[in-house]
């Protein structure tokens, strides 16, 4: 479609939808209901702006602000209402002339259930809500949409099959509130009196349920606007379906019992004496029309198998010469095949005999060549080049099978790299958040008057040991200096800490070499098995990572108050940090560690301060310290192989 004849306020609106954010999307579209009522109704005017208006994906983006919540939009329910009363009134009397089918079989059902889940959303909030207000404007925002609902309904009466077999469209009738309930059942009459005949073509498992509900209604509800619009929905049933008044009849053998109770001083008497009246007349020909259907099929059945008895005896004698031919030929076929299968075995076996005898002649004239009195070296060498193939491919096939063998060996090992990895992510994540709990939490019993006390002693050390100025130039000197030397310092400090890291793992392999060597059996013992222990280097892994799996699970499983001396152990540790923390940390735990260096002691008059100034040193600058102290709490808590160092774990390289 040209530019020029599209609806210049159509373009618009099309062009900020595309251009506005997406809270601003509905408000844009309430624009529509405007130029829809410029027109006149049934006029070529408005067709052409509703086919402009699908032509621009507008009715596309009103399906898709429908299914939002509607507490979450610009303007609320009212906003929603009236795309819904947009949506139906722009599909109704459209005639697309592109896309028809894609209109047709997805457009309208997909508005459809947008229309029927709208209802169940407004439904539910109509039902929570408190105030009579809430509960006024939630009404009629439900009746709204299923007016929109019944418009389209109207307009494309396809649409009837696909509403009736809807799961929301039977959740809106389940329903125990009287007033929504009324609208549904208006709307299933209105559906029933423009075309009932749907209603017999829609899901036996849909149509037997809008059955139970109506008849439940009746049953149930003492509300006499429910009970008169289901026994008006029976009777319009009843009366233009025949087949609906056998299915009442015999599925609901109390229904004859319900509308006698019902008759009794009701307004209603004259629809349910009609639909008494209905019911009681078709069991007296019911048996009748069982019967005589029951002779029909028979004698149908019957002349059906003769004639197709009587059709294939003509054909009986030809299908049976096929059958037998192509068995013969099958056999014949696998004799030749049979005939070929030996002529190539006897083809073969003569030509290794005929290799075997050429090669025989070989030797023999090969024999006559060599000297006598070297004959026995040559008979030698080729016992040798035998002997030397036949080790070769029994060598071959040794591997073969230990390699087969030795799978389990390489499942277990990759099963516990998996276990090592696992359980040192989760022994990372442990020391995180005991260091973020355990955070230190400053001196017992320093007052507020002593602090400033400490305090002051530090501003007059301070000011007795101010530093001179200096330059702009001077300083720019050196912090370049400083900055060449931090460089120099952390390029030396990463390769010293990957050569600590080696001594690590080395002096870690060597502990676990040494402890499977005094577990070692004497020689006379060993078996094949036991040198492997010492070859492989998967061997101390698994065995060091199933000893801290085994001892994680105990303590896992150990009761209550065997872990209190744990976090006794973790309370000493943390009062340790506060006092002489050189040897707690040079102390060996597990594994290890490099020697950390001490902070130089501040030189000032009273002790007291001299600690403060440590502890503030120990919180700006004493990183270092802390995270070595935690490591080392972390490794004596849980021992591992310096092994699983080897294989750069998480844990070892999350640590300098």
Same mark, same amino acid.
């Given at each position: 479609?040209?530019?020029? $004849?599209?609806?210049?306020?159509?373009?618009?609106?099309?062009?900020?939808?595309?251009?506005?954010?997406?809270?601003?999307?509905?408000?844009?579209?309430?624009?529509?209901?405007?130029?829809?009522?410029?027109?006149?109704?049934?006029?070529?005017?408005?067709?052409?702006?509703?086919?402009?208006? /699908?032509?621009?994906?507008?009715? *596309?983006?009103?399906?898709?602000?429908?299914?939002?919540?509607?507490? #979450?939009? =610009?303007?609320?329910?009212?906003?929603?209402?009236?795309?819904?009363?947009?949506?139906?009134?722009?599909?109704?009397?459209?005639?697309?002339?592109?896309?028809?089918?894609?209109?047709?079989?997805?457009?309208?059902?997909?508005?459809?259930?947008?229309?029927?889940?709208?209802?169940?959303?407004?439904?539910?909030?109509?039902?929570?809500?408190?105030?009579?207000?809430?509960?006024?404007?939630?009404?009629?925002?439900?009746? &709204?949409? +299923?007016?929109?609902?019944?418009?389209?309904?109207?307009?494309?009466?396809?649409?009837?099959?696909? @509403?009736?077999?809807?799961?929301?469209?039977?959740?809106?009738? *389940?329903?125990?509130?009287?007033?929504?309930?009324?609208?549904?059942?208006?709307?299933?009459?209105?559906?029933?009196?423009?075309?009932?005949?749907?209603?017999?073509?829609?899901?036996?498992?849909?149509?037997? &349920?809008?059955?139970?509900?109506?008849?439940? !209604?009746?049953?149930?509800?003492?509300?006499?606007?429910?009970?008169?619009?289901?026994?008006?929905?029976?009777?319009?049933?009843?009366?233009?379906?025949?087949?609906?008044?056998?299915?009442?009849?015999?599925?609901?053998?109390?229904?004859?019992?319900?509308?006698?109770? =019902?008759?009794?001083?009701?307004?209603?008497?004259?629809?349910?004496?009609?639909?008494?009246?209905?019911?009681?007349?078709?069991?007296?020909?019911?048996?009748?029309?069982?019967?005589?259907?029951?002779?029909?099929?028979?004698?149908?059945?019957?002349?059906? *198998?003769?004639?197709?008895?009587?059709? !294939?005896?003509?054909?009986? @004698?030809? $299908?049976?010469?096929?059958?037998?031919?192509?068995?013969?030929?099958?056999?014949?076929?696998?004799?030749?095949?049979?005939?070929?299968?030996?002529?190539? !075995?006897?083809?073969?076996?003569? *030509?290794?005999?005929?290799?075997?005898?050429?090669?025989?002649?070989?030797?023999?004239?090969?024999?006559?060549?060599?000297?006598?009195? =070297?004959?026995? #070296?040559?008979?030698?060498?080729?016992?040798?080049?035998?002997?030397?193939?036949?080790?070769?491919?029994?060598?071959? /096939?040794?591997?073969?099978?230990?390699?087969?063998?030795?799978?389990?060996?390489?499942?277990? /090992?990759?099963?516990? @790299? +998996?276990?090592?990895?696992?359980?040192?992510?989760?022994?990372?994540?442990?020391?995180?958040?005991?260091?973020?709990?355990?955070?230190?939490?400053?001196?017992?019993?320093?007052?507020?008057?002593?602090?400033?006390?400490?305090?002051?002693?530090?501003?007059?050390?301070?000011?007795?040991?101010?530093?001179?100025?200096?330059?702009?130039?001077?300083?720019?000197?050196?912090?370049?200096?400083?900055?060449?030397?931090?460089?120099?310092?952390?390029?030396?400090?990463?390769?010293?800490?990957?050569?600590?890291?080696?001594?690590?793992?080395?002096?870690?392999?060597?502990?676990?070499?040494?402890?499977?060597?005094?577990?070692?059996?004497?020689?006379?013992?060993?078996?094949?098995?036991?040198?492997?222990?010492?070859?492989?280097?998967?061997?101390?892994?698994? %065995?060091?990572?199933?000893?801290?799996?085994?001892?994680?699970?105990?303590?896992?499983?150990?009761?209550?108050?065997?872990?209190?001396?744990?976090?006794?152990?973790?309370? !000493?540790?943390?009062?340790?940090?506060?006092?002489?923390?050189?040897?707690?940390?040079?102390?060996?735990?597990?594994?290890?560690?490099? %020697?950390?260096?001490?902070?130089?002691?501040?030189?000032?008059?009273?002790?007291?301060?001299?600690?403060?100034?440590?502890?503030?040193?120990?919180?700006?600058?004493?990183?270092?310290?802390?995270?070595?102290?935690?490591?080392?709490?972390?490794?004596?808590? /849980?021992?591992?192989?310096?092994?699983?160092?080897?294989?750069?774990?998480?844990?070892?390289?999350?640590?300098?």
């Amino acid at each position: 479609m040209e530019s020029t $004849t599209v609806d210049p306020r159509i373009l618009s609106i099309a062009a900020e939808v595309t251009e506005s954010p997406e809270q601003n999307v509905p408000v844009i579209l309430l624009k529509l209901k405007e130029i829809i009522n410029s027109a006149p109704l049934g006029s070529s005017e408005l067709k052409k702006i509703k086919q402009d208006i /699908y032509c621009y994906n507008l009715i *596309q983006y009103c399906l898709l602000v429908l299914r939002k919540d509607g507490a #979450k939009i =610009q303007g609320g329910w009212v906003t929603i209402s009236q795309l819904a009363q947009i949506l139906s009134q722009c599909c109704v009397g459209l005639e697309p002339k592109e896309e028809a089918e894609e209109f047709y079989n997805k457009l309208l059902p997909s508005a459809a259930d947008n229309f029927l889940t709208l209802g169940r959303r407004l439904q539910k909030c109509y039902i929570s809500a408190v105030k009579d207000e809430e509960k006024d404007e939630f009404l009629w925002h439900f009746q &709204s949409v +299923i007016d929109s609902l019944c418009w389209l309904l109207g307009g494309h009466i396809q649409l009837t099959k696909y @509403v009736l077999q809807s799961d929301h469209f039977l959740h809106l009738l *389940q329903t125990d509130d009287i007033k929504t309930g009324s609208s549904i059942m208006t709307v299933l009459q209105n559906i029933l009196q423009v075309k009932s005949g749907d209603f017999l073509m829609i899901k036996e498992k849909a149509f037997h &349920s809008i059955l139970d509900e109506l008849i439940f !209604k009746l049953s149930s509800s003492t509300c006499l606007v429910i009970g008169s619009a289901a026994i008006k929905l029976l009777l319009l049933l009843a009366s233009s379906h025949p087949e609906i008044i056998m299915l009442l009849n015999s599925r609901y053998t109390g229904l004859k019992s319900i509308l006698n109770k =019902q008759c009794s001083g009701k307004e209603i008497d004259q629809e349910v004496k009609q639909l008494f009246s209905l019911l009681h007349s078709e069991v007296c020909h019911e048996d009748q029309k069982f019967y005589q259907a029951a002779c029909k099929i028979q004698a149908a059945w019957k002349g059906f *198998q003769t004639r197709k008895r009587m059709k !294939k005896l003509p054909y009986a @004698v030809t $299908t049976l010469q096929r059958n037998f031919r192509n068995k013969r030929e099958k056999q014949l076929l696998k004799l030749k095949k049979q005939k070929e299968e030996k002529d190539l !075995k006897l083809q073969l076996q003569l *030509q290794r005999q005929r290799a075997m005898r050429i090669s025989r002649e070989c030797r023999l004239n090969l024999l006559e060549i060599v000297h006598p009195g =070297q004959m026995g #070296k040559y008979i030698q060498e080729m016992e040798e080049k035998s002997a030397l193939v036949i080790q070769k491919y029994w060598r071959g /096939y040794r591997e073969r099978k230990n390699f087969c063998q030795q799978k389990q060996s390489l499942q277990e /090992y990759k099963a516990a @790299v +998996i276990l090592q990895r696992a359980a040192l992510t989760f022994l990372r994540k442990c020391h995180k958040r005991k260091k973020m709990s355990n955070s230190w939490q400053g001196l017992p019993g320093l007052t507020d008057a002593r602090r400033m006390e400490l305090k002051q002693h530090v501003d007059n050390y301070i000011k007795r040991h101010s530093a001179s100025e200096m330059s702009h130039v001077a300083s720019r000197e050196l912090h370049t200096e400083a900055q060449e030397r931090l460089g120099h310092y952390f390029l030396g400090r990463a390769l010293e800490e990957r050569a600590q890291q080696r001594r690590e793992a080395l002096q870690a392999q060597i502990s676990t070499n040494i402890e499977q060597l005094m577990s070692a059996p004497n020689l006379r013992e060993t078996t094949g098995q036991e040198p492997e222990l010492f070859i492989s280097r998967s061997r101390p892994v698994a %065995t060091r990572a199933k000893q801290a799996h085994l001892a994680t699970l105990m303590e896992r499983q150990a009761p209550w108050w065997k872990k209190l001396e744990d976090e006794f152990t973790d309370l !000493k540790l943390r009062t340790l940090a506060f006092g002489d923390r050189s040897q707690l940390l040079c102390e060996p735990v597990g594994l290890n560690l490099p %020697t950390w260096k001490t902070k130089p002691q501040a030189t000032v008059e009273n002790p007291e301060s001299l600690q403060a100034v440590n502890d503030c040193v120990f919180d700006r600058g004493g990183k270092e310290d802390a995270m070595c102290l935690a490591f080392g709490s972390l490794c004596s808590t /849980y021992p591992f192989s310096a092994s699983a160092h080897l294989h750069k774990s998480p844990l070892s390289s999350s640590f300098p």
